[in-house]
C-alpha cells in the first residue's frame, strides 16, 4: 500500500476535524490506497471516549466518514459531501486497544451519486463498526473550486506492520 498525500496540507483555511495535522481537537488521520480500497490506521485516545475507556460512537462516525471522503478521492479522483450515512455499531471500541484499522470501497456510482462501505476493525481484527455512506459527488471544476487539485501517492511501498510501527511511535 502507499500513503495517499493530503491536497490540502498546504491550503490557507484547511482544518479538517478528521484529517487536518494542524487540528489539536481533531483526529488527525492518514490514509493509504490499498488496491481497490483506502486504509487508515488510527491509535484510540482517552480524550475521545464516551462511555470510560469506550470510544465515542460520535467520534467512530467521524473516522468512517472520512475514509468514505477518501475513498471518493482515491478511486473518482474527485471530491463531494456527505449526503446519507447510515451506522451500525456491532461491538465497543476500547480507548486503551492499541490502534484501530478503518477501511473503505466504493460499491456503486449513479451519475454523480456514490455509495461507499467502511468498517472499522479493533487491534484484533474484529469488526467494530460499519456504516454505508451515499456521497454527492463534485464535477471536476467544483472540486477544483473547493481546492482539490489531484490525488498523489507517495511513492514507496509500505505494508501494515510498518505502518502499525510508525503509528505507535508517533508522539501528538
Given at each position: 500500500?502507499r500513503k495517499?498525500?493530503?491536497?490540502w496540507?498546504?491550503?490557507e483555511?484547511?482544518?479538517?476535524?478528521?484529517?487536518?495535522?494542524?487540528n489539536?481537537?481533531?483526529?488527525?488521520m492518514?490514509f493509504?490506497?490499498?488496491a481497490?480500497?483506502?486504509?487508515?490506521?488510527?491509535?484510540?485516545?482517552?480524550?475521545?471516549?464516551g462511555?470510560?475507556?469506550?470510544?465515542?460512537?460520535?467520534?467512530?462516525?467521524?473516522m468512517l466518514?472520512e475514509?468514505?471522503?477518501w475513498?471518493?478521492?482515491?478511486?473518482?479522483?474527485?471530491?463531494?459531501?456527505?449526503s446519507?450515512?447510515e451506522?451500525?455499531y456491532?461491538?465497543?471500541?476500547?480507548t486503551?486497544?492499541?490502534y484501530l484499522?478503518?477501511?473503505?470501497?466504493?460499491?456503486?456510482v449513479?451519475?454523480?451519486l456514490?455509495?461507499?462501505?467502511?468498517?472499522?476493525f479493533?487491534?484484533?481484527?474484529?469488526?467494530?463498526?460499519?456504516?454505508?455512506?451515499?456521497?454527492?459527488?463534485?464535477?471536476?471544476e467544483?472540486?477544483?473550486e473547493?481546492?482539490?487539485?489531484?490525488?498523489e501517492?507517495?511513492?514507496?511501498?509500505?505494508d501494515e506492520?510498518?505502518?502499525?510501527?510508525?503509528?505507535?511511535?508517533?508522539?501528538?
Open positions: 500500500m495517499i498525500k493530503n491536497p496540507r498546504h491550503r483555511g484547511y482544518f479538517c476535524f478528521g484529517c487536518c495535522r494542524d489539536e481537537a481533531g483526529v488527525k492518514d493509504y490506497a490499498d481497490e480500497k483506502v486504509v487508515s490506521y488510527w491509535r484510540p485516545q482517552a480524550r475521545y471516549q462511555w470510560i475507556d469506550t470510544l465515542h460512537g460520535g467520534i467512530q462516525a467521524v466518514d475514509i468514505c471522503a475513498a471518493v478521492l482515491y478511486r473518482l479522483n474527485t471530491t463531494g459531501v456527505t446519507k450515512m451506522t451500525r456491532r461491538r465497543p471500541v476500547s486503551c486497544d492499541r484499522k478503518l477501511e473503505a470501497h466504493v460499491v456503486a449513479r451519475r454523480n456514490v455509495t461507499i462501505e467502511a468498517t472499522l479493533n487491534s484484533a481484527g474484529e469488526c467494530c463498526t460499519q456504516a454505508v455512506c451515499t456521497y454527492f459527488v463534485f464535477s471536476e467544483k472540486a477544483a473547493m481546492g482539490y487539485c489531484g490525488l501517492l507517495e511513492p514507496e511501498e509500505m506492520a510498518a505502518v502499525i510501527k510508525d503509528l505507535m511511535g508517533a508522539v501528538d
